[in-house]
């Protein structure tokens, strides 16, 4: 196990703590814990993950894991998978689970539902291309009902099937051939327009008095 | 702005008729009360000289009487059953008259009206009946509103919000109560009143802090009363609804304590801290007997398969039980009450029958709906019975002091929660909730027990703060809400891949939350879960049902009320719901991805079979190169020859297309997508529920059918052809026909039909594990 790293500088805390809107106690806290997990590394792997005992519960922790190395939510543009992440990398992704501020402008809100809604999108979207097709929402479904037995595989053909009905529902006939292939980003925030997901999509990091500061970017 | 405009017209007219007849009915009803009560002075009369006879039966004989009036036997029940009988025309009178109810709450009218009644009553006989003894109310009318709020309690935003609820119902019910009581206190000592005959200082601190006690707390029947009717967002009205639930801790707690308080006439410090304790023995008290009785009832209808008629009677029984021995003990029995529903209900849910479900939300629905209206009429008559002591210092100082205690509660309680809270409380929120506190009944009642010297003026000042806060907030709530723009409830039907994200977040916050090492809420109720699943449903949930995640019950509910709705509107062969649950779409992607082994997309339904050629054709069409190598794997059933090639025997195909289905009925293979899961108590509710409308026997050719199927198509009933050819109505199945020529080239735009009728629909790709494959194969002769 050797010497710990010590922790980053208080620069590269402020840092951070910009560019993902966590406070410096969060920050300190969190870089704890992934210290924790990654045995002392800089950096962590999947396996890492695996090693969270109470995770082992959870139908969807396959995707939760590979939401951590996925390049996408790193920044909109990168694209991909990594095999292991940083720190800063971790704390991306954690920053897409915080609370709202207060006082959020309308347009700040809706930056806000469609990041979430793109992290969740990504979650959906194995492959990456950009569609979630049946396959994949099968699979989603698949997952959610695990814990059931064989009672699961077939129901969650007949649910996946209902909900991608819905989307046909919700996104009107027009696009005819885009539905084939699968539902895109679009077509996912009107399926879940009336889901106020960025109430919802919260973890309380600290429970401290410290209210995460508005930095909406 | 709110009041939708009743047509004019005939219909207004039979519906003005309509309300003539009925008030006309109403008010001989009530003639009818005074008569019989006159008749019965009477009766009891006759019934002496009736008497004298009898003894003299041997020296003279009476004739037999035919016809005679014995009214004081059935008294009792009769003038119940008539007051029952009045509150229940009422409440139909109202609705008649859309106007009326879409200005004010239905509240005020029954409030009203009992004046109304109370006051004939009183001219007709002098002395007016006590209608509203504390003991019919807690015991008769208060419980079923209260299991009707607790059953239905929506305990998802109930547990969310569970934190400002207490806060709201604990700090907030004290906080009014001392505010008020030592304010009015003070203004008591204050005021010198020459016109009144009572010298207000006279009340001492003690009975002011009871009156406060009683009057500071929000009456769950006014809150829901009035809430109904203005659709407000979930959030807002569990908060004010949660919060009138359990604030009746509070209040039972304070009301003894001061009356206790009273009687000794000193406080003590020790006092004052077994007060405190009383206050958590009460509520935690009245929810433990509540989860018990719960727990009891949902063993109890383990047991219940072969009996099920009596199912109902125990959810009544046994919350009823838990209402009463909450209240031996000085429990707080509504506590009591909404544990025990909240308790018992997924687990009962999950063990009754169909119509021991429908019967139970029904019953307790109309036991609710009558209590509220008969506690506002005899509000209404209690308000006329008795003398009232007008102390307008003392009314105006009350209500001014309410309104100011409410408000200053509800902002400083707001501000301290505001900081535990992810979604914040606005401004507008706090308005309505502050502006939501309502009392009602519950106040009236207590405050009829009270067995103070001062009890007259405390009745009149409670009955005053009831009256102001229902007729005035309660009428103007609903244009303040409209002005104010907040938010509504959302109508919108729960979608399933609402659902399916719901359950996709728990899980993701959880994970979450597990990384981060944080133990926070989603932790804890997903341990709970665990708990839930793996210990307490196999214990009192009977048989496979325990197994069944919320996930797919929640499916199959969905899958049956559409098929329900289908059948009522009409039976119309337009399907507008997710019907192609039956049939899966994994046979559409092979248009851009197509597999390596183009099995997947072989597999076709029977009733299909047409427009799934149809289908073929065009995306055949389009793909001409493929069009060999597809047409080897579209040979199934139907095409055996090359699309393409005309010339092509309609009739041979036709009845090959007939043998085919005949087999695949006589077959009843399991082709559709779900088979039927062992015991899902929802799916085995449809089969019992069917009124068999929902199975349309097959008529001749050219009857036109609905197919309704379910997710478990396990009966035979539930596959019927559909022999309506339905064009340009969205989305429909059909099948064609055969009358109609088979193959004659379709159109484009009628492709384009087909094509978005079956973009949505498909069969279920081949389950690697499934046998069935084999009566696909090709080699197999389709027996005749």
């Avoid at chain 1, 396959?62 to 990168?78: D, G, V």
């Avoid at chain 1, 696009?175 to 925030?189: C, K, Q, S, V």
């Avoid at chain 2, 008559?381 to 001014?400: K, P, R």
């Avoid at chain 2, 015991?679 to 050719?701: C, F, L, N, W």
Wanted: proline residues 5%; charged residues 20%.
């Amino acid at each position: 196990m050797g010497a710990l790293t010590s922790t980053p500088a208080p620069i590269e805390h402020a840092d951070l703590s910009e560019k993902t809107g966590f406070s410096h106690r969060q920050i300190m806290v969190l870089h704890k814990r992934f210290k924790h997990l990654s045995d002392g590394d800089d950096v962590l792997r999947r396996e890492d993950f695996l090693g969270i005992p109470s995770l082992k519960y959870n139908p969807i922790r396959k995707e939760i894991i590979e939401a951590f190395f996925n390049r996408r939510n790193f920044s909109p543009s990168r694209q991909g998978r990594a095999n292991e992440i940083g720190f800063e990398e971790f704390l991306v992704v954690l920053s897409y689970f915080r609370p709202p501020c207060s006082k959020m402008t309308d347009e700040q809100r809706k930056n806000i539902r469609r990041e979430k809604l793109k992290f969740i999108f990504n979650m959906h979207d194995a492959d990456g291309d950009g569609l979630i097709t049946l396959e994949d929402y099968k699979h989603v479904v698949e997952e959610l009902l695990s814990r059931s037995g064989a009672l699961g595989k077939e129901t969650s053909r007949a649910i996946a099937d209902a909900a991608m009905f819905e989307v046909a529902r919700t996104v009107g006939h027009t696009d005819r051939d885009e539905f084939y292939e699968g539902i895109t980003f679009e077509h996912f925030l009107k399926l879940l327009s009336n889901f106020d997901i960025e109430s919802r999509m919260n973890i309380r990091f600290l429970k401290s008095n410290m209210i995460p500061g508005c930095t909406v970017g | 702005m709110f009041s939708r405009m009743a047509p004019r017209g005939r219909s207004g007219l039979g519906r003005s008729l309509a309300e003539l007849g009925l008030l006309l009915l109403a008010i001989l009803v009530l003639l009818d009360g005074t008569v019989l009560s006159l008749v019965a002075a009477i009766s009891s009369e006759s019934d002496t000289h009736e008497a004298k006879p009898v003894t003299h039966k041997n020296t003279s004989k009476k004739s037999f009487p035919v016809l005679g009036i014995k009214y004081d036997d059935v008294s009792v029940p009769f003038e119940i059953a008539l007051w029952v009988l009045l509150a229940s025309l009422m409440k139909l009178g109202f609705h008649l008259i859309p106007r009326l109810s879409n200005v004010v709450p239905e509240s005020c009218l029954l409030i009203s009206v009992g004046l109304l009644v109370g006051g004939i009553l009183k001219l007709a006989r002098d002395e007016v009946p006590p209608v509203l003894s504390d003991r019919i109310f807690f015991l008769c009318l208060l419980p079923p509103i209260i299991l009707d709020a607790g059953y239905f309690l929506p305990i998802r935003p109930f547990v969310e919000n569970i934190g400002t609820i207490l806060m709201f119902a604990v700090v907030g019910t004290l906080w009014n109560a001392f505010f008020v009581g030592g304010l009015i206190y003070a203004v008591c000592q204050i005021a010198q009143d020459q016109y009144s005959d009572i010298d207000l200082s006279t009340i001492g601190i003690l009975p002011c802090l009871l009156f406060g006690s009683i009057i500071s707390a929000v009456d769950p029947v006014a809150v829901l009363a009035v809430f109904e009717e203005i659709h407000i967002n979930e959030l807002l009205h569990i908060l004010v609804f949660g919060e009138s639930l359990l604030n009746d801790a509070v209040t039972v707690v304070l009301y003894h304590l001061f009356e206790e308080f009273m009687d000794s006439g000193s406080v003590s410090a020790v006092d004052a801290i077994l007060g405190l304790v009383s206050f958590l023995v009460v509520a935690l008290g009245g929810v433990l007997v509540g989860a018990f009785y719960g727990i009891l009832a949902a063993f109890t209808s383990r047991f219940t398969s072969h009996t099920r008629v009596i199912e109902p009677l125990f959810v009544f029984l046994y919350s009823y039980m838990a209402y009463l021995s909450a209240e031996v003990f000085h429990l707080s029995g509504i506590m009591s009450l909404i544990a025990c529903g909240a308790v018992m209900r997924p687990y009962v849910e999950a063990n009754i029958s169909h119509k021991s479900h429908t019967t139970i939300k029904y019953f307790l629905k109309m036991w609710s709906s009558v209590s509220e209206t008969l506690i506002f009429i005899f509000l209404g008559v209690a308000t006329v019975e008795g003398e009232h002591h007008w102390d307008w210092i003392f009314l105006t100082s009350t209500v001014i002091l309410c309104l100011v205690a409410r408000i200053i509660g509800v902002v400083g309680l707001t501000f301290i929660i505001n900081k535990f809270r992810i979604v914040k409380l606005t401004t507008k929120d706090q308005f309505i909730i502050a502006y939501g506190g309502l009392r009602g009944a519950i106040a009236f009642s207590l405050g009829f027990i009270l067995h103070s010297e001062h009890k007259r003026i405390f009745l009149t000042a409670i009955i005053t703060i009831i009256f102001f806060t229902v007729f005035v907030q309660g009428m103007t709530i609903k244009p303040l809400v409209e002005l104010l723009a907040v938010k509504k409830k959302n109508e919108a039907k729960r979608s399933i891949n609402e659902e399916i994200h719901t359950r996709f977040l728990d899980h993701l916050l959880t994970g979450i939350e597990d990384i981060c090492g944080h133990y926070g809420h989603h932790h804890w109720k997903n341990k709970l879960n665990r708990f839930n699943k793996k210990y307490v449903k196999k214990i009192l949930i009977a048989g496979d049902r325990s197994k069944e995640p919320h996930l797919i019950a929640f499916y199959h509910k969905l899958e049956m009320k559409n098929a329900i709705q289908m059948v009522e509107s009409g039976g119309g062969s337009k399907l507008n719901s997710s019907f192609p649950s039956t049939v899966s779409m994994q046979n559409i992607q092979p248009k851009i991805q197509s597999p390596p082994s183009a099995r997947p997309s072989e597999r076709v339904l029977p009733q299909l079979t047409k427009g799934r050629e149809e289908e073929i054709r065009q995306i055949l069409r389009t793909n001409l190169q493929k069009t060999r190598q597809r047409l080897q794997s579209y040979n199934r059933h139907t095409l055996v020859v090359d699309p393409d090639e005309e010339g092509f025997d309609d009739l041979f195909l036709k009845k090959r297309r007939r043998m085919e289905l005949d087999w695949k009925l006589k077959q009843m293979t399991n082709y559709l997508s779900v088979p039927r899961p062992q015991g899902s108590p929802t799916m085995s509710r449809a089969r019992i529920a069917s009124d068999s409308q929902a199975y349309v026997k097959p008529g001749a050719e050219n009857v036109p059918t609905i197919q309704i199927d379910l997710a478990s198509p396990q009966s035979p009933d539930s596959v019927r052809l559909l022999d309506e050819v339905v064009q340009d109505q969205g989305l429909t199945m059909s099948l064609p026909s055969s009358s109609r020529g088979a193959y004659k080239t379709s159109g484009k735009d009628d492709g384009r039909d087909q094509q978005t009728l079956l973009r949505c629909l498909s069969d279920p790709g081949p389950d690697p594990d499934d046998d069935d494959d084999e009566d696909y194969d090709d080699d197999e002769p389709v027996p005749t």
